[in-house]
């Protein structure tokens, strides 16, 4: 019975701390300050448009949201100008790469898009963002 308990404790320990390392990349302000090393060219956002194809079944065709379901909440507009989690180029790049915690509504993206891609979307986000 003892073992058993200690091994539902280490698993709990394990988990809060998973959950922390997950929780503490959004809300950094080092992240905030990263820069896109990805310069805004034509070329770089067309690559990231096709890159959104990825995000589009959930944020929209247009990056206008999209409505979610009994499972998952509504994706958030991509092309306004309130942004829940970041609205900085690094926490964008973050926010894609590692998901958005702590439910992961947002799904990290790390094993399926190298940086540069993730860059490239940062790019193509911005050129579709409403002009106020």
């Known amino acids: 019975m003892n073992s058993r308990f200690f091994r539902a404790a280490a698993i709990a320990i394990v988990l809060a701390g998973a959950m922390r390392i997950a929780t503490s990349a959004q809300n950094n302000p080092e992240t905030a300050k990263v820069k896109n090393p990805v310069a805004s060219t034509p070329e770089s956002i067309a690559a990231g448009k096709k890159t959104y194809a990825k995000c589009a079944s959930c944020h929209g065709t247009n990056g206008e949201g999209g409505p979610g379901n009994d499972l998952i909440p509504a994706a958030p507009s991509l092309v306004d100008d309130q942004w829940d989690h970041g609205s900085t180029d690094g926490e964008i790049f973050n926010n894609i790469k590692n998901g958005v ?16 891609e993730i860059w490239n979307l940062v790019n193509y986000l911005r050129s579709i963002a409403k002009k106020k």
């Open 101 to 116: 915690a702590p439910d992961f509504n947002m799904v990290p993206f790390k094993d399926q898009l190298k940086d540069e």
